[in-house]
């Protein structure tokens, strides 16, 4: 969404009255996230393998056939999935977390996770990165992701709501987004 307003898609300060940013993630340089930082340790790899076993979702259709030639090579980055929903913490020990976590968990966009892995690899706000010159330039006009500027995001009303424990989008990192993005967030 931040992405659409920096761009001017679509004129969203006519169409949109309220913005409520639920966590939002553009940098992830104070997540805590074991799961994308072993990840955005190796995104080519990982990227490459997930493509040759024809998955696009994490927990998806695919997943349950093929997690477990992927976890073979990333053994690391499935225990550290399997206590995603659930974290240990001085609340929850891992025999808790690991019961909680045995329910089916829901499908992610590998896209996604490997987008979000980047911003924390790179601590840089941009465009999806298809790690090859000739997608990008396909898709971006440019050989490397350009930046998503939120200076850029005006006219609309933005409400960011952190929490104040979560691991993933911080609220350090929420206030560098409220930084940029300015008078615009009227509430944090």
Known sequence: MFTAMSEGFGDMKEKINLFIALAP????????????????QSIPIVKSLLEMLGIHEFFGED?????????????DLCDTMALQNVEINERTNELVARISNMRKQPSASVKSI????????????????????????????????????????????????VGKLDNL?????????KGQIGSDVFHY
């Open 169 to 177: 989008a911080t609220p350090e990192d929420a206030s560098w987004a």
């Open 114 to 161: 490997i987008h979000f892995s980047e911003i924390r690899c790179n601590d840089k706000f941009a465009q999806y990165d298809y790690l090859d010159e000739a997608l990008n330039l396909k898709a971006y006009d440019k050989k490397a992701p350009p930046l998503i500027d939120l200076k850029k995001v005006k006219g609309v009303p933005i409400s960011m709501i």
């Open 25 to 40: 993630i553009t940098t992830l340089g104070d997540s805590t996230d074991k799961f994308y930082h072993a990840l955005s």
């Open 63 to 75: 997943w349950d056939a093929s997690a477990e030639s992927f976890c073979v090579v990333f053994r």
